[in-house]
């Protein structure tokens, strides 16, 4: 495999004679540079696990992205860049003296670019309305994560399930005008379910991200935790609801990622003692049939309890993908890339992994015994400084202090479910 460092050298070289073909003006003989740059940018990013220097690459991207979309400007190739900005929306003004009322900007009211701006997916927070219909959407979503520029690359296993989202979801132009001339259904609605820990937030996040990269258009990812969108005052939940979907009509192109979706998707002929369940669920199939027939929206939606959500929910979710415990294979993967530059010879990582497997741990289980496993490794350095590296020891010490979070019941219902929905 080609080092980085080779890969960056020959970077630099591409930018270098793209950059001056460009300055000259000689747009037809910068494109292959920039394209090659790019490419080459791609892959560097993709190995680079330093996340200072993936923010400083994203940031090169969208320069040389820039340039060249201007190349094709220049040459006639494309009418205008392709940029995912916001438009106006039919957003309902705040009513006055509601929280962020006083920060509400009109749609497309843009500000001066200015440095330090928080941009969320490429656009700017400034150009952004969270107070929809009087409600604040921004106490709703979820911005900060440290796994913000997780890509598949970075999913661990899950070859399949990564494979299903491509076929549905990365498609030129032919494959969309193909489907559209068929009559085919755009699939924008998708159901992540498995156990706890698992990692359907993890794997929503990378896809999202490689969504964004795929279409290169600054595609915005709005994360929602159900269970704070719920209300127990009758008409809140609902009205939650509509302010998300609404919020989300400012955007040409984004991403909507409802989390823990059975806090309010829960099954109305399983809930009959809550008189709150059967509207939050009628609403959500009003605001949903919108998505569906916008092929731009995608939703994604994820549950620990797939088999608690309404029927008419699910069966409009389609792909239902399953995200399932980790194999052995994947857990090894997890902890040679966690510990294996600092392993002693007497540990075998196959052996561990093997018994993580048996004993059921999901990928947040093994993350936390990794951390349980350092902590091991710090005390035995603060007794004595000559121990740097994880030994057995340490591993059967982590692996009495951590265990499984699976419940054999939980695990049931969910086999119950698969055998039930398996696509
Ligand atoms: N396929 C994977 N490869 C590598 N690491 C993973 C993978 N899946 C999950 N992880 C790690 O496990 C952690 C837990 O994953 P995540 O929070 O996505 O699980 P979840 O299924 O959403 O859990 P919950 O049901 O509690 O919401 C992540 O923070 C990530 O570090
Ligand atoms: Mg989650």
């Known amino acids: 495999m080609e080092s980085i460092n080779s890969l960056k050298n020959r970077f630099v070289e591409a930018k270098k004679a793209a950059e001056l073909r460009y300055n000259q003006g000689d747009y037809q003989g910068a494109m292959p540079y920039l394209q090659q740059a790019a490419e080459l940018l791609g892959e560097i990013y993709r190995r680079d696990i330093n996340q200072k220097n993936r923010e400083l690459y994203v940031s090169i991207r969208d320069q040389i992205t820039e340039r060249f979309n201007h190349c094709k400007q220049e040459l006639g190739l494309s009418p205008a860049p392709k940029k995912a900005a916001p438009r106006p929306a039919p957003v309902n003004k705040p009513a006055p003296g509601k929280p962020g009322s006083d920060k509400t900007m009109t749609v497309g009211d843009k500000q001066p670019e200015g440095e330090g701006k928080k941009t969320n997916g490429g656009i700017a927070e400034e150009d952004i309305n969270y107070v929809v219909n009087g409600i604040d959407v921004k106490r709703f979503l979820v911005t900060e994560s440290r796994e913000k520029e997780v890509l598949f690359s970075d999913v661990v296993g899950m070859e399949r399930e990564k494979r299903t989202v491509q076929r549905e979801l990365f498609l030129s132009e032919e494959q969309k005008a193909f489907k559209a001339s068929i009559g085919a259904k755009n699939k924008n609605f998708i159901l992540l379910y498995g156990l706890p820990g698992t990692g359907k937030t993890y794997f929503a996040m990378a896809l999202s991200n490689e969504l964004r990269q795929f279409s290169g258009e600054d595609i915005p990812f709005f994360s929602v935790i159900c269970t704070q969108v719920k209300s127990p005052h009758p008409g809140e939940t609902e009205n939650n609801i509509i302010a998300i979907f609404e919020f989300t009509k400012q955007f040409d192109r984004c991403v909507l990622f409802m989390d823990e979706f059975d806090a309010i998707g829960y099954s109305r002929q399983l809930a009959t003692g809550d008189p709150t369940v059967g509207p939050a669920v009628n609403t959500l199939l009003t605001q949903l049939g919108g998505f569906a027939s916008n092929p731009n929206l995608l939703f994604l939606a994820a549950t620990n309890c797939p088999y608690n959500l309404d029927g008419a929910l699910l069966s409009r979710a389609s792909p239902k993908i399953e995200v399932p415990l980790p194999s052995a294979q994947v857990l090894q993967g997890t902890l ?65 202090k951590v265990t499984s979070s699976v419940k054999r019941d939980e695990e049931e219902k969910l086999e119950e479910f698969k055998a039930q929905y398996a696509e």
């Open 336 to 400: 040679e890339r966690k510990l294996g530059k600092h392993l002693a010879p007497d540990v075998d990582l196959s052996a561990v992994a093997q018994r993580l497997e048996q004993s059921k741990f999901s990928n947040r289980d093994c993350s936390n015994l990794i951390e349980a496993i350092k902590d091991e490794l710090i005390d035995a350095h603060e007794a004595d400084d000559m121990i740097v590296s994880y030994d057995a020891n340490m591993i059967k010490a982590a692996l009495k």
